[in-house]
């Protein structure tokens, strides 16, 4: 019950197209579903968070959706480049006790020119 | 600001040998955590200091693994004796403040270990 599922593995999108990635949660207790993007041999960073409460998200070209019912959310890449090719990992927690992140699996893209 | 400082960067040994991690966290920020990443998986906590007490050490093999933060600042984090399964990334990350809302960790580049 504490795993996120995470899907695909990896994802090849030409640039200008949209990445997408889902993620799946079984836990109705997490309130709190950041993603995190990590570029080979640095750490993972912060790129956007949404809380349960709203189904949408727009940071930029980045966009997560979220379907509460459905326990799931996806992140959307609009008009990838090929700096975005990186791992990227969803996780899951509960918003009064962000210290306990549940990652996914991670997705590496790649974006080709 | 200076990030979360890591080394090594990476690390080869034989397993049943003894290796250590050095972090230092971002300046004033009072929570550390490490996460082992295993190539393919997300990252994983391992253990998490408030200044220099463990709030959770569920997931750290003791048998092996041990960790401290003197003082509340720099931490080390050792294995001993390592094993094969024990080849991953070892991220450090640190926070302003423990749990509340949107408390963003930020992460270190990572201890690449590899164990023959």
């Known amino acids: 019950q504490q795993q996120v599922k995470q899907s695909p593995q990896s994802l090849i999108v030409q640039k200008g197209g949209i990445s997408i990635i889902n993620c799946a949660y079984e836990?109705?207790?997490?309130?709190?579903f950041p993603w995190y993007q990590q570029f080979p041999g640095k750490g993972p960073a912060l790129l956007i968070a949404i809380r349960p409460d709203v189904s949408e998200k727009k940071e930029g070209r980045f966009t997560i959706s979220f379907n509460k019912s459905a326990k799931q959310f996806s992140l959307h890449i609009m008009d990838s480049q090929p700096g975005d090719s990186a791992t990227y990992f969803c996780a899951a927690t509960m918003e009064d006790n962000t210290d306990k992140l549940i990652f996914g699996t991670g997705t590496r893209l790649q974006v080709f020119p | 600001e200076a990030g979360v400082a890591q080394s090594p960067r990476y690390k080869i040994i034989e397993k049943r040998q003894s290796v250590a991690f050095w972090c230092n966290p971002i300046s004033g920020h009072a929570t550390l955590y490490w996460y082992q990443q295993i190539l393919g998986q997300g990252p994983k906590l391992l253990i998490q200091f408030q200044n220099n007490g463990v709030v959770d050490d569920s997931q750290l093999p003791k048998d092996r693994f041990s960790a401290e933060r003197l003082k509340g600042v720099d931490s080390t984090l050792k294995i001993q004796p390592a094993k094969l399964e024990d080849s991953a990334v070892y991220l450090c990350a640190s926070s302003r403040i423990a749990g509340g809302p949107a408390n963003e960790q930020f992460f270190g580049p990572g201890t690449r270990l590899t164990v023959l």
């Open positions: 836990n109705t207790a997490f309130d709190y």
